[in-house]
């Protein structure tokens, strides 16, 4: 394979400057269909002016970018290797004994890097952006919903509780406190209340071990802390009412996380957080999809990459440009419907979780990397 550095940083800045125009050009699209949107539904809600609709597609426009960026490879590498193929720049390059893949190099660099770039840099981004949308949306947008209408306005929480036996779980259940604005979501800060107190503390095979009952419980550094607590023990009596600490790796934000979609979670505390919500007894599927997702983002990356060129370097006087194009958009939309299709069977338990995030990345590599040596003959 021969390397030239001239014509390889040719071809990467080409295929760059396509792939970030048309990165651009639908995100920016995506972006005003999303505000035309929530302007529909501003106008609803009295006292919304144009400003919040206008700050929460703003907010969403990292998350909206990170989405589409696999398509702007794949097209954007369609356009940039198309010019190539149409200018005979490939012809020249090939009779001069490169073969595909050492053109193909810088492309191939430059799609790793911008997948790289968005699992390690635009994500982390995006999810905090995306988490202050949301909540926007739900405070000025949404009628009803968020987690006080759960369970008939009941919050189910688990969490370990070694206090009467090491392997001990609690079960809380209760009543979230509103914020003081009236709005739904729960508060974020040092302290959250639930009301209607209940906890049933388990043994670590399930068996009854106590049950606590109290007017409110507050989660005060690291502790849900009751007054007035009444324990009932294995014999079913009554205790006289007392001040009660239960200690607790649960926070006020976990609480809040552990509802929110994972898309709002920041990539570099997702391992630490499915890690609490597991201790926690919270389901971690969706959390850990959405971790090996962005991990495989690189690799999807590369394999629309190579796609493109598959579907678009056809010699010209061969005939058939357009439906190789054509094809070429339609395996990519094929991988998106299998990346859906996966993750959707992963989070209902049908498929491992690995299998569910890297089959759509590996799947299109494969079958680029078996297009591209069934075309390239050099």
């Known amino acids: 394979m021969v390397l ?6 040719y071809v990467a800045r080409g295929f760059l400057l396509a792939t970030l125009l048309v990165m651009a050009a639908l ?4 972006a005003l269909f999303d505000f035309i949107e929530l302007l529909r539904r501003a106008a609803t809600r009295p006292g919304v ?6 700050e929460i597609a703003a907010m969403r426009l990292p998350f909206v970018a990170l989405q589409i960026l696999p398509f702007a490879i794949l097209l954007g590498g369609i356009i940039a290797f198309w010019r190539l193929t149409r200018s005979s720049e490939l012809i020249v390059a090939r009779a001069a004994g490169i073969s595909a ?7 191939l660099v430059v799609a790793v890097l911008l997948g790289m770039l968005g699992t390690f840099g635009i994500s982390p981004i995006s999810s905090a952006l995306l988490a202050r949308a949301e909540r926007l949306d739900m405070s000025f947008l949404r009628t009803g919903g968020g987690l006080s209408s759960l369970a008939g306005g009941r919050l189910w929480l688990r969490q370990a509780d070694r206090a009467l036996d090491p392997q001990g779980v609690a079960i809380i259940s209760g009543r979230p406190v509103a914020m003081r604005d009236g709005t739904d979501p729960l508060p974020r800060g040092p302290r959250f209340e639930l009301q209607e107190v209940t906890i049933w503390r388990l043994s670590g095979d399930d068996r009854p071990l106590a049950r606590l009952e109290a007017p409110r419980a507050r989660l005060i550094n690291g502790a849900w802390v009751m007054e007035d607590a009444v324990s009932f023990g294995a ?9 009660v600490s239960l200690p607790t790796e649960l926070t006020p934000d976990r609480i809040q996380d552990s509802f929110a979609s994972p898309e709002t979670l920041d990539f570099w505390a997702l391992p630490r957080f499915i890690a609490v919500l597991e201790e926690a007894g919270f389901s971690a599927v969706r959390h850990r999809i959405q971790f090996q997702s962005l991990l495989a983002l690189p690799v999807l990356a590369l394999g629309m990459a190579l796609l493109a060129a598959g579907f678009s370097m056809r010699q010209t006087r061969r005939g058939g440009v357009a439906q190789m194009i054509g094809g070429g958009v339609a395996a990519g939309f094929a991988l998106f419907v299998l990346d859906r299709v996966s993750n959707e069977m992963g989070e209902a338990g049908s498929l491992p979780v690995l299998l569910a995030a ?5 799947a299109g590599l494969l079958l680029a990397l078996a297009l591209l040596l069934h075309l390239e003959d050099g």
């Open 4 to 9: 030239t550095p001239t014509l390889t940083g």
């Open 358 to 362: 890297w089959a759509p990345a590996l």
């Open 49 to 54: 002016g144009f400003s919040i609709p206008l």
């Open 101 to 107: 893949w050492g053109f193909l190099t810088g492309p």
């Open 27 to 30: 995100t920016g699209l995506v």
């Open 235 to 243: 014999d079913r009596l009554a205790g006289p009412p007392q001040r």
